[in-house]
């Protein structure tokens, strides 16, 4: 069962295409609309994702405690009294019959806002729920209407972020799984509203579940006395990592550093608090270390299309001498991060910039390489553990025709 | 007899073994199997020449190297001549190609004595290299007489494909022939030794196999020239076989001994022999396989009477299972036909015609032309009376389709063109009456030119489009008309990137490409195919255009692109290949020799607008029968070179061509 626990595979097979199926080139062809009144990142020169990776996942610092307060006070709010702080900010593009019901603006960003706050919680995911109180709170009449609300809803938080490719992947898939239902067709709008929120529900739960899937399917990888490296901070990761010990395994974790958020001095807290034996190594001690390594494993932020991963800088690195001293490099990835994107080379993304700190002021002459992320292509990666079963890269794109077509 | 010498003299034969066989070892290489297991047991049991075996046998020297038999490879040598008419050239033969039969044959009957297991044992084939398949003719030929003669023919038959090139091996050799009599005379064969000397080093792991491919090729030298000896007794006089000897146990060493012997003899004559012998072998050979089933072959003979096939040419052997290029020779012909009263319908015909003349190329013009000229054929057809639509139009078009087939092979795409129209056909409900019927049939033609190919390029190049950045170089080769618009829909968007456009040589399609883009207003560099390497290192984005793309992820384009893509992943250049998702194919092909189409011979051997370039002009028919010319059309990218599909159904990488593969054909079943 597992293996088919996102259901829009099942449902996708009795698919049918009264609901506006997206045909395909819109998803992929039509960048999202500029959308000229959508809030928009406030910093957008620097990326809001790995901002709040950073926050989430760096060392803590007391700024980081503050906001994860914030959070937990937020989210114990109803989603309607969020809309208040940001009574302004309204739904992307359509200012449409969204907030007729509550009588308050609900702004479907400050929604996402509050639950990305929870470290615990996957961006993606956040959006998902996100997207599940639009359809609570739209006080749409008819079904088409409630769609294009949704739409629109997903279409403002993906151009908040352009820089998260699970957000906008787990937008698509959002739309594609609550929408694409056979249920729709023949009930009132109110059952079918409400089957609708069940189905959001639903997939926001299936995609809770899906890290504790995949450290289930990926126990049979790791081995007694094996050392495994890591790099950044996956919570996927993490996971894995905690079951394998739970399970009486016994291994080693080799964490890189993980400049510039310094990720993994975290993600070695967290494995030293299980009793992990636990190296740290700076992020440059890769290949000197290679040849005592049994497995890599990393997280990802997307997995593109062609099978390949977008994850934290350094990954591709990694990858790379662990493909020259045949060790294999297994993922850890979620299926609402599959994205349909194609890069075709390192540069081949939107930027995802973030702010480096090198302890001296730097020259302004001198530049300096921002980019936060980089593209482990396809050939390098051995194995995915996701929840939809253990693929290979080339599976990928497989699972993505078969979704999105 | 004295043994220093004839040591030395084997070990040359030994070495000169060994390095032939390495020649074709791959070609041969199917071959193996079979005849080593055929040769086995044979060549134990008798000798080559019957009346030398008695003597060799004798020899009692049964260590193996000491058996190496010296003495022999003179002795039985001379003694075999006898049979045959000229002594001394004979002799010559047997350096070369024929000395194996006399050499080690005895040296191999001694070791079947030896508790060695025939040609099996490496140590024995090592020293025995050429023996098994001398010494099988021989015992075929003793043992079985008349019936042997027939095994003959068989295996020949089978041996032709391979035979022809180390023909071609041997021919080279012998040409030496002149100065290697006086060698071997002289017990020095210097010519060999460094030609020896030259291959040894290749040629020192494999024994066993080469063994058997020199062996192999020893005996296809013999069978062609008994064949050639027993078929043309009468009129070949130059033939040294030629005394028509009827008892198969002399016939064999003349065969074998055939050829050589007429090389050392006069080399002109000896090719001039050779060559009919081969041509004969050629004539006599089963009509090649074709690459188009039974089923088309079925309807040949029909079509022949409407399209001559042109004259059996001196073809790549290699290539040989591939229809010949029809050149437009026959248009004017055909031309004149077009009034006349036939079965096919005059736009088939006339788009048979285009495609023979080469007026239509491209695979989606090919196709939307034979979707369009099939839907006119349709509005004018009737149904004859005690006929049911469904069967006799489906009939009807296989007429049409067999009649282009032969204008010229079809492209994978119309492939699924037809298949989708005869799928249409089959599934039209009876309930319908004829005029409905051929207006639903009209329609979905339309909706499938409208839908898969032009609705497909416009999503092709929204998607192309945003991998082009500002700033790029794009190479593309050849000229696609999918990639063309590409280029165009870029340039339309405002993007800044040049293009450099790769041509080659016969067709030079891209100076049709290179026009359209700059008259558009595109800058653009335009360059051979052969400055590929060093242009590629300018270019950020390589653009393909693809006549098919099979299930295994080949890519199977306009020859030369295999080339292009295969730099450009040498430079780490991304390869873009576009293609309409119609165009995919479910089959898997690794080589681009099984499939293929054959162009013009004659288009490469010619410069069209440099007279001075004549070299391959005025030669003569004789010298026209050494050179094979091969202009191949199409040829097959493995997967590994190519980073992204770029289709209707968005970008994909190579490995799920045959998701598309399966999606595309439930929906177009359906449609």
Known sequence: ??????SFILDRQQHQNRTVAPSPESFLLSSPPPMADSPLNPKSNISAYYQTRAAHHAVVTTDWLAQAQAAVGRHSDDDGSLGGDKGAARIGGGGGGEEEGSGKAFSVIDEFNSWRKQPALAEA????????????????ATMMELEIELKKASDSLKSWDTTSISLTAGCDLFMLYVTRTSALEYEDFNSAKSRLIERAEKFGEISCKARRIIAMLSQDFFFDGCTILVHGFSRVVLEVLKTAAENKKHFRVLCTEGRPDRTGLRFSNELA???????????????YTMDEVDVVLFGADGVVESGGIINMMGTFQIALVAHSMNKPVYVAAESYKFARHYPLDQKDMSPARRPIDFGVPIPSKVEVETSARDYTPPQYLTL???????????VISDELIQLYL | MNPNPNIDFSHLCFLLFLQKSTKFFERQLSMDARRMSRAVPRVRQVGFFTPNTPAQQPQPQSAAPSSESPPLSDSPASNSLSPVMIPPPRHLSDNLGGRTAAVPVPGREISG???????????????WLD????????????????????GWYRRSDSAKFASSLPSGGFNLSTAKHPESVAAVEAKNPLPEQSEVQKEQASSSKPLKAKTTKAERRALQESQRAAKAASRAEANKSGTPGGAPSSKPMKQPPQKKDG??????????????VDRSVEKERKKDLPPPRKQFDDESRGGRAKRRSVLNQPEARN????????????????????ESKFFELHEKHPAVYKVGLQYLAGDLSGGNARCIAMLQAFQEAIRDYSTPPEKTLTRDLTSKIGGFVSFLIECRPLSMSMGNAIRFLKSRIARLPLTLSESEAKTTLCSDIDRFINEKIVLADKVILRHAATKIRDGDVLLTYGSSCVVEMILLYAHELGKQFRVVVVDSHPMLEGQKLLRRLVVKGLSCTYTQLNAISYVMHKVTRVFLGASSIFSNGTVYSTVGTASVAMVAHAFRVPVLVCCEAYKFHERVQLDSICFNELGDPDAISKVPGRVDVNYLDNLTDKQKENLELLNLKYDATPSDYISVIVTDYGMIPPTSVPVIVREYRKEYLLI
């Open chain 1, 384 to 394: 995915l553990f996701t929840d939809l079963g253990v693929l290979t890269p080339s």
């Open chain 2, 113 to 127: 004595e030896l508790p060695t297991v025939g040609s099996y044992n490496p140590s024995e084939s090592v020293l």
């Open chain 1, 273 to 287: 608090k299980l009793d992990v034996p636990v190296k740290l190594l700076i992020d440059s001690a890769v290949a």
């Open chain 1, 125 to 140: 995911v956040a959006a998902i729920r996100a997207l599940a109180a639009v359809i609570r709170t739209s006080g749409a």
């Open chain 2, 131 to 150: 023996s098994p398949p001398r010494s099988r003719i021989g015992d075929e030929e003793l043992s079985e007489g008349a019936e042997s003669s027939l």
């Open chain 1, 1 to 6: 069962m597992w293996w088919r626990s996102a």
């Open chain 2, 259 to 272: 050829p050589p012997v007429a090389s050392s003899i006069a080399a002109s004559e000896r090719i001039g």
């Open chain 2, 315 to 334: 073809r790549v052997e290699l290539f040989r299972h591939l229809p010949p290029h029809k050149n437009g020779t026959q248009l004017p012909s055909l």
